[in-house]
């Protein structure tokens, strides 16, 4: 079973940039695409971006994909998340997760999350 | 973008049954998975694939999905049940690719 620990929120300022970290265990980590899912406070579950196993092949939600990148090193069995020019509405937990079957599957590994807070 | 509606709130007694559901154009022709979250802690996988539970879900939860709606139906339900529920589809061909329902909370009167 996969076991996964996030690390690097905190609290950042407006227009600054944050890099979260996803450290894995438990499985074979370069055979797994991974994904990072963020939860406003008081809000539902967002998906932000998957990488495949790889990292050949990136993809991101639409309003994020300017400012956040996705990335791993399989050698570190760890997951990246860089996240540039922040804004208010960016306030979140962040999760990462593995998603099983990838196109059509569900995620059954998710981190206990690192909360981001962007304020002045 | 594809879209999962859930209703806010749902209340039960303990006991009985709740059902929770998820509307999407044609949601039928997906695969339907939910998720348990409970306050300050990472969502928990109960169903996936419609109707397949992980080990270690209790039987008591059970999935449909036919449709415009996919069901999360769980029975003689338990205070320990109170959580939000949300589901969650792939959406290949728009953006977002994966989408989430906006949950709901389950509340055991």
């Known amino acids: 079973e996969m076991q996964l620990v996030e690390s690097g929120g905190g609290l950042v300022q407006p227009g600054g940039s944050l890099r979260l970290s996803c450290a894995a265990s438990?499985?074979?980590?370069?055979?797994?695409?991974m994904s990072w899912v963020r939860q406003a406070p008081g809000k539902g579950l967002e998906w932000v971006a998957n990488?495949?196993?790889?990292?050949?092949?990136?993809y991101y939600v639409d309003s994020l994909k300017d400012r956040f990148t996705i990335s791993r090193d399989n050698a570190k069995n760890s997951l990246y998340l860089q996240m540039n020019s922040l804004r208010a509405e960016d306030t979140a937990v962040y999760y990462c997760a593995s998603p099983r079957d990838y196109d059509q599957g569900y995620f059954d590994s998710w981190g206990q999350g690192t909360l981001v807070t962007v304020s002045s | 973008s594809y879209v999962l509606t859930q209703p806010p709130s749902v209340s039960v007694a303990p006991g009985k049954t709740a059902r929770i559901t998820c509307g999407g154009n044609?949601?039928?022709?997906?695969?339907v998975h939910w998720y348990q979250q409970k306050p300050g802690q990472a969502p928990v996988l109960v169903i996936y694939?419609?109707?397949d539970r992980p080990s270690g879900i209790p039987e008591r939860f059970s999935g449909s999905n036919s449709g415009n709606t996919a069901t999360l139906t769980i029975s003689r339900v338990e205070a320990g049940d109170e959580a939000d529920y949300c589901c969650q589809v792939w959406d290949t061909s728009s953006d977002p690719l994966v989408v989430f329902g906006g949950g709901t909370k389950l509340t055991v009167l």
């Open positions: 990488i495949k196993h790889d990292g050949s092949e990136t």
């Open positions: 044609n949601i039928g022709s997906k695969s």
């Open positions: 438990g499985v074979t980590f370069s055979a797994y695409w």
């Open positions: 694939y419609d109707t």
